[in-house]
């Protein structure tokens, strides 16, 4: 990290880089994201290609918003698990209180960038918890961890990448 020091603009390549750093210290990989968009498109296209889906992904970590709301929700989960969070927010956190509802918001705020089928798509990730999301959802609930916004904005880079792989198969036909 130290060659980013004293930064606060970043170059897409840059911002691929950390959020793939951060996402890996929280045990996410983009092959997870990328498996999320496979499985999700398979539904829909015959013989969606792990490539494609991984390519997208990465496109997608690139983002400025992707970069920010990766950063700011891990942030976020980690001061929570460190206990240093205020009161009510740390035993709102740590619970993952349903009601709460700020999580999802960003996941569907960071998903909106691929319109309204990418909001739909994240719904459905978010309902039925494919793979990683599931993990993360089960792991978050293991004493002295928080998920409480990595697993919505690890369904929402997948329904980013998802939607985008549609939008591939559909500009070729
Ligand atoms: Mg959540």
Redesign the pocket.
Known sequence: MDIYLHKNRFSREEMYELNRRRLESRGVTVEDIATIALKQQSKFTENVSFEICLDSAKKILSYPDAFHIVQLGIEIDELCEKGMLSYPLQEILKS?LGL?GI??LL?LELAGNFGIIGRTNFGDIDVNKPGIIGKL?DE?KLPGKC??????IVGALGACASTRVAQIYNEGK
Do not use: C, R
């Not at 998920?147 to 919505?152: A, E, G, K, M, R």
């Open positions: 993952d709460f999580d999802e996941g959802n978050g998920h409480t916004f990595l697993d919505d």
